[in-house]
Every structure is written in C-alpha cells, then in structure tokens.
C-alpha cells in the first residue's frame, strides 16, 4: 500500500522541476531563446521582402513578354486569311466579350464573317430529345449524300449545321444553295440555332467556340444529371467537319468534359479537325486565324499550352482573290 510520503515526494519532484524551469526561462534561456526567435524573424521579413521583390520583377517580365507577343502575333495574324469566308458558331458556355474579340481578330486577319449564330439548350437538354430525334429523322433522306446510312441523331444534326453553314449554289458559288437555306431556316424554326444575323452567303470554313466545362456540382443532385444518349459532341463535330471540311474548335484551357478536351480525345475527329485551347488569355486568341488558316491549308493541328498541343500554329500562305484571278486568267490564255 502506498504511504502518505510518496506522495509528498512526488509534489516535491513537481514543484522542483516547475521551479527550475521557470528560473532558467527567466535567466540563461531566456536571451538565447529571445534571440533565437528574433533573428528568424528577422530571416522571414527579409526572405518575404526578396520573394517581393522577385514576383514584382517575374510580373514586369512577363508583362514584357506578352506585349512582345501580341505585337508580333499581331503581325502574323495580318493577312492571314484574305478573301476567306467564315461562319463563327457559339456551342454554348463562351462570354459574348470573348466572342467579339474572337471575331475582331478573324476580321483584323482578313476574313470576312458570313454567319454568326449560336447553338441553343435544345441541342443537349434530355427535355428536347425528343424533338431532337424528329429534326434528325426529318432530314436523313435530304442529307443522304453527306452522312452515313446508319448515323446517329448527333451525327445527322452535325451534318445539317455544316451544310446550312457551308453549302454554296453550284451555278453561283459566292451564294448559298436553296438546301442551305432551307436546313438553317428550319433549325431556327425549331429552337435548335439563334442566329446573331442571317448569313449572307456560303462559309469557307467554321469556327466552333466551347466554352468551360460544365459545373458537375450544379447538377449532381438533379435528376437530369446523366446526359442523354442521342448526345454527342464529338459525332456532332466530326459530322460538322465532314460537310463543312474545314473546321476548328476553340476554347478555354482544356479541361475535362469541355469540347476541346472530348475532340483531342478522338483519334479520328483530332485527325481531321484542329482545335485551339486558352481562348481566355489575348495572346492565346491571336491562334484563332492562324489555326483556321492552316486548316484551310491541310495543316491540321492541336494547339495551347497543353503537353500533347503545339504553341503556335504553322504559318501558311493562302491565295487571295486575286492570285485565283490571275491563275484563272492564266490557264484561260493558255487555253
């Protein structure tokens, strides 16, 4: 049994080592622990103010640098795309700022804008899969000739947006073929398209603008959450490119589940459609012409700041109206 005294002796080695400490924190430690503190203190400000210092300096660098950039970007964008017609189409989610800027630096580059329309709610909603269905089944039979027997709603819609966008007359190539009218006219009817102004003639190439990628928090608990089977960007995309020939897809940067990300995931689409990452950024903007103008030349490419994408597209050189001109007077004379 323990006896009153452990206990003594036990509050005694207590108050003992209390009382040691306390005299040697207020005498011999405590200069050494004060100064200790004080100077990595004195450390951190100074290693603070340095980091300052160089985040002011990296910011001005940059700032330089992408002054540089746009200046001589500017340069490369001009002329690029003389005498090229382009249809700008918003497939939803992209700032009606950006979409202005997009198509400031398309016309600065030369090309002249023939359709400026964006694709509704309607083309993804599951609300609207059946009316979806009945445009696609509409128009198989009068879109026959440009799309498989056995494609998809996605693929057939894609399909009708290229042909609307694109198609010209055979007996008067600068305007648009009664189909075309038709099909862009009907998807206006329907809710599919609101147009930003009637096109004015047949596009050389289209411009698809995604914008981020959808919030999945926002429709995590809704019930219609899942998207609909008949949906499918990249069909829709890779039909857009088999009417339309040349088209490239620009967004911000790629993020997973945004339109740039599902087409570069495509072998086949990424193949014969160009895209273009970081729309948000100006510098990254001035891509837009330069990637249409290489599309139109046979250079199909990635481009951004991604591992798997090209920073700037290859420069090329496309004929102008008058060099059609004089080829056409040409081979007339040779004639």
Sequence with gaps: MIDFRYHLVSLI???????VGIILGAGPLQNAIGDQLTDQVEA????RTDLREILVETESELADQNAYALAAGAELVDGSLTGVTVAVVDAGGTADTLEVDVVSRLEDAGAR???QASLTDAWSSAEDSVLRGTVADGQREHVADAID????TAEVLGAVLGLAMTEADQQMPSARSERSMELYELMLRVGLVESRFEPSGPADAVLLLGGAAADENATADGAGSEEPEDVDVVALVS??????????????TAADGDLVSDVRAD?????????????EREVMRLNVPLALAAQIAGEVGQYGFEEDAAVVPPAVDLPGPDDEAD???DSGGDS
């Design 149 to 152: 027997e056995e494609a998809g």
């Design 113 to 115: 804008i023939v359709a």
């Design 13 to 19: 080695s207590v108050f003992v080592a209390l009382a």
């Design 239 to 252: 039909a857009l490119q088999a009417t339309a020939q040349d088209v490239v897809v620009a967004g911000p």
């Design 327 to 329: 080829d056409s007077g």
């Design 44 to 47: 951190l400000r100074s290693e």
């Design 267 to 279: 072998d086949d689409v990424v193949a014969r459609v160009s895209t273009v990452s970081g729309t």
